[in-house]
């Protein structure tokens, strides 16, 4: 499958996204992750991933807000 021209925002909770992330430009994405494996996170920051980490809340909704908040300024163009 080709490549996607779209921005990705990844909530994560204990895996890598490598999968997902072919479908997706090298520079075309953000993880958000919450895991809580002790594993991922070192994983995901070792393996050159663009991540950040936040607390586990239980809902992937609170990480989608708190991101567009943060971001808004620098919100990726619509596909």
């Known amino acids: 499958m080709a490549q996607s021209d779209a921005f990705f925002l990844i909530h994560n ?33 070792y393996g050159g991933y663009r991540v950040s980490f936040v607390p586990n809340t239980g809902h992937n909704i609170t990480t989608y807000f708190a991101w567009f908040a943060a971001h808004y300024d620098a919100l990726p163009p619509p596909c």
Do not use: E, K
Request: aromatic share 10%.
């Open 13 to 45: 909770y204990n895996t890598v996204p490598d999968q997902l992330l072919s479908y997706c430009r090298p520079d075309n994405y953000a993880i958000v992750d919450c895991s809580d494996d002790g594993a991922t996170p070192q994983m995901l920051q």
